[in-house]
């Protein structure tokens, strides 16, 4: 047992600095390149709210990672997602915390976290990962604050105007 410990300590520590390695030397072309996501108009109760539009796999996988400055309280991200589905975000390289709500295909809420806060590190992965327990085709992803500020509840109700 103790040549086992012996073995996994060097190991162990190596594989933290190698990843804290790759996650500081993060290239800043990824890291400070600003997407351009297609704009888009959304009603929540009685509420506009202009939404950054996340379509594609790619917009979804990059959505608000590495965004330092925050979303202003009347707009949030949309991930529009193809089908109705159980759908998880992880939260990692996110800077702010989120108010996440998903949403079915009718535009009804189905499921919202508040105030989230963003992945500490990589290994932090089961404690800031979200997702829904009823099938959802939106999630919208806002800066915290945004589910009170709007009065949104599970009664809730999304009308597109633009997407």
């Not at 796999?57 to 979303?71: D, G, I, Y």
């Not at 295909?105 to 806060?117: D, F, L, R, T, W």
């Not at 992803?141 to 809730?156: D, L, Q």
Request: charged fraction near 20%.
């Amino acid at each position: 047992m103790v040549r086992k410990i012996a073995l996994l300590i060097p190991l162990i520590i190596v594989a933290v600095i190698v990843g804290a390695i790759g996650l500081t030397f993060v290239p800043s072309e990824i890291k400070n390149k600003r997407l351009e996501f297609a704009q888009g108009t959304v009603k929540i109760n009685n509420d506009l709210i202009k939404v950054e539009i996340a379509k594609s796999n790619a917009e979804k996988q990059r959505w608000l990672m590495f965004r330092e400055e925050r979303l202003p309280l009347n707009s949030a991200m949309i991930l529009i997602y193809d089908k109705p589905d159980l759908y998880s975000l992880w939260l990692l390289n996110i800077e702010y915390n989120l108010d996440l709500v998903w949403l079915d295909e009718s535009g009804n809420v189905v499921y919202m976290v508040k105030n989230v806060p963003p992945c500490k590190n990589t290994f932090d992965a089961f404690s800031c990962t979200y997702k829904n327990t009823k099938p959802a085709k939106y999630v919208i992803a806002a800066t915290s604050g945004f589910i009170e500020g709007h009065k949104i509840t599970n009664r809730s109700k999304m009308t597109t105007i633009s997407i």
